[in-house]
Nanobody, 121 residues
Framework: QVQLVESGGGLVQSGGSLRLSCVAS????????MGWYRQSPGNERELVAT???????KYADSVKGRFTISRDNAKKTVNLQMNSLKPEDTAVYYC???????????????WGQGTQVTVSS
């Protein structure tokens, strides 16, 4: 069984910073891609940032220049450094990973439980 556990959410003032972390555990052969998505009330879940095993990154236009995604392959972790936070960044942030549990298996998407980020104006 695979688990993704997030940490680091909270309440911060506009212009402040937060760092989210996510660690994957369980039966894992390889992790192809890790990333962060977010969902605010009344909206669909949207991509924030992703990073591949080769450190290729992708960001939503709304967070470019403010957020930085990184990963530690050995520790099976992905981090999201969020700077210059805005009230519109308020959402539940979900960790996502494309994981192969065995060498003969396809990659499957796994999700964390989510962590709340609230930015006050």
């Amino acid at each position: 069984q695979v688990q993704l556990v997030e940490s680091g959410g909270g309440l911060v003032q506009s212009g402040g910073s937060l760092r989210l972390s996510c660690v994957a555990s369980g039966t894992i052969f390889s992790i192809k891609r890790m990333g962060w998505y977010r969902q605010s009330p009344g909206n669909e879940r949207e991509l924030v940032a992703t990073i591949t095993s080769g450190d290729s990154t992708k960001y939503a236009d709304s967070v470019k220049g403010r957020f930085t995604i990184s990963r530690d392959n050995a520790k099976k972790t992905v981090n999201l450094q969020m700077n210059s936070l805005k009230p519109e960044d308020t959402a539940v942030y979900y960790c996502n990973a494309a994981i192969k549990r065995y060498s003969s298996e396809y990659d499957y998407d796994y999700w964390g439980q989510g962590t709340q980020v609230t930015v006050s104006s």
